[in-house]
């Protein structure tokens, strides 16, 4: 008789997007003809560029002909694109990451869920707080996570490192021993950034403990300030202890194309064993390559062009991050993050915890974001919005949102 | 200190393809001016069709706009593809599935290596034998499979299903009880076939001891013979103990383009619990949805036009088929399959095991095929030539084969 893996009853019953789009639904059938403002879910809003786009339709022809049609991709993407992100993602920024150190794929979340599988069933899970779920989920459903306390919303056998305003959502180092640490820079939920010098401290602490960090980059295309480190192989001693994980999603809008790529250095040893031969053997195993068209796409992002038009709409989004920035200073709503990432992390209005600044701002503006809370316990008391929407949104909620306070 | 998964250690060290373009490789540097016929791994060699081009493009075109631009797909699919399939491959044939019970993704090889994942920890897996390696690996991953005989070439821990001539390629249920059963018809490697009344013994059987069967039915468009069942729901009582995957990679030429689904019946309940719910909270928390220009791409194989060229690569690659069989019939070599799936399983030649006939082909034909020992032990005495070859290839391969013979 066959039984369920019993690790999925240990997922909480609702899902945070879930809940909210429940929540806007009920809202919306009692309030059909208001316009719902959505600065919730991180999604982009632009369409594809233009150079992408024309990529696309190259790559589509060559599918058509029987002297450039391409089956099977490689499990590990084409050179082509390894090579192109090994010389511009890297290189350029001093950083020598080699083409087979890059494993593509269909998009940093599969990534993020499914690179625990490497590590051994009784690995010591800690996360910044608050968090994107899926590095926690996926850890729930593979067992290493049971003991969810509903009423507190915290997982008794996970590390939690809290990220707030009086660390400027660094977390500090852990105080006990750790196996596996998720850190997210810029930083989703709270638009944060870490220096070079603190994200170092964090390498050393891995070496020093042989810990591995999943060092998530997916906003990386976002950081402004030059002075920010893009990739952690940046630090010193990275390569021995860190996997990183990139997105082609938000940063030149693949949200729908879906494709990322994860580093895995070859200097990365656990129990003799290379991570990165384990990652090639797992993606050989039960991935079958993201498509061709696709990698070409991502190729296309690269070029003169490509950059130019990429750099437009970040700017675009982060342009939409300063006006609600500017529009929640204007009203003294204490926020963060948005100067370096597509997030603002609001501080909820005194008094009101994160669901309840949620059910106010829906039922009053109109405007949907993302209670703090729902990304972990260090959330409560913040309020994620997100850039990504149109101009004309952005400044409707902005509107809205100062009219109600 | 982190430590990897121990279970990737008890995967064999070669990998059966590896292993094969090993000796390839090494047979073509010895002679650099032999041109090797491969009728190998199982890649589609004929061009997307004209439908399905046309589709992308139009899609790639909407991803232009900002007014018709998609981000994040559904994860488990876009409705208009899940009523397609629910209307085309299932409702035709008098079998009713519902579109929520159809969960798209990036093709059957990724849903065949994760599906294990919803059972538990202890599950017993049994597999018909010769076997796709990848049902076998993702268990072996996941800590199911421990003891592997390289001698012998056995997992001591999986039930093997053994099928060769004497029983046509369909297994004798098992002695003793198991709980996770592998099927796939038509068959890779064998090419055989299953009637629905063997199938629904097969169902009966996993209904009464409460066993889930995975029906892999990527090869279903190949099926000619019109007694012969596309789908395990043909059989009464499949909706309580079945689940099937299915492709569009060799159906309609999408290996590069990565799409499949799987179909969870919302009747299939373990534990009280439904695995349909099971599935979409895995794929919603780990996975991120097929891109949406390939999902429309899949829509149109199903549209008129797009049936017919789709029947038109079958019918190619099935001509294919007829060509070896009947090749090989010529010279006295005995051999299977080819009529309702794209693989021919020819009996070695007298006196020579697997891979021994893989080197004398290679060294003497040029001709690449797949040793069918690599596919478990009752492949021994087997080699699998595959039809996807391009006309030419496939005549020269059989005149080759025929000259050593």
């Known amino acids: 008789m066959a039984h369920i893996n019993a690790n999925f009853k240990n997922l909480p019953a609702s899902y945070l997007f879930s809940e909210i789009a429940r929540r806007v639904k009920a809202y919306q059938n009692q309030h059909p003809s208001i316009e719902v403002l959505r600065l919730g879910i991180g999604d982009v809003t632009l369409p594809l560029s233009k150079t992408v786009v024309t990529r696309l339709h190259e790559a589509v022809d060559q599918q058509r002909l029987i002297e450039s049609f391409r089956g099977y991709a490689p499990e590990v993407g084409y050179d082509f694109l390894k090579q192109t992100i090994a010389d511009q993602d ?33 690995a010591v899970i800690a996360v910044g707080d608050p968090v994107y ?40 180092l852990p105080a006990a021993q750790v196996d596996l640490i998720y850190l997210c820079y ?95 053997r797992r993606q050989g195993s039960k991935y079958n390559g993201a498509p061709y068209i696709i990698q070409q796409a991502g190729e296309a992002v690269y070029s003169e062009q490509g950059q130019r038009e990429t750099q437009e709409a970040i700017d675009f989004y982060l342009d939409n991050a300063r006006l609600i920035k500017d529009g929640l200073a204007s009203i003294h709503l204490e926020a963060y993050g948005g100067d370096n990432g597509p997030y603002i992390w609001m501080k909820n209005p005194e008094g009101m915890n994160s669901w309840e600044t949620f059910d106010y701002l829906l039922d009053k503006a109109h405007v949907v974001g993302t209670p703090g809370s729902g990304f ?28 109600v306070f």
């Open 133 to 172: 779920p899926v590095y926690i989920d996926s850890n729930v459903m593979a067992g290493r996570l049971k003991n969810y306390d509903a009423a507190l919303g915290r997982w008794h056998d996970l590390v939690y490192l809290p990220m707030n305003s009086s660390n400027h959502f660094v977390p500090a």
């Open 376 to 403: 972990g316990p260090s959330g409560e008391g913040y309020f994620r919005l997100s850039a990504f929407g149109q101009r004309e949104t952005i400044l409707k909620a902005i509107q809205a949102i100062k009219q």
């Open 90 to 122: 890297f290189k350029k920024r001093g950083v020598v990451i080699e083409p087979e150190e890059i494993i593509i794929s269909d998009g940093a979340k599969s990534d993020a869920a499914n690179i625990q599988e490497l590590f051994s069933a009784d």
């Open 186 to 280: 810029p930083n989703n939920p709270t638009g944060a950034t870490i220096t070079k010098a603190e994200l170092q401290e964090w390498v050393n602490y891995a070496n020093a403990t042989k810990a591995v960090i999943i060092f998530d980059a997916a906003y990386e295309r976002f950081i402004k300030d030059p002075s920010l480190p893009h990739s952690i192989y940046e630090c010193e001693g990275a390569k021995t202890c860190a996997i990183e994980l990139r997105s082609f999603s938000k940063a030149a809008g693949f949200t729908g194309l879906r494709l990322g790529y994860c580093v895995i250095p070859r200097a990365l040893i656990l129990d003799g064993t290379s991570l990165l031969d384990l990652w090639i």
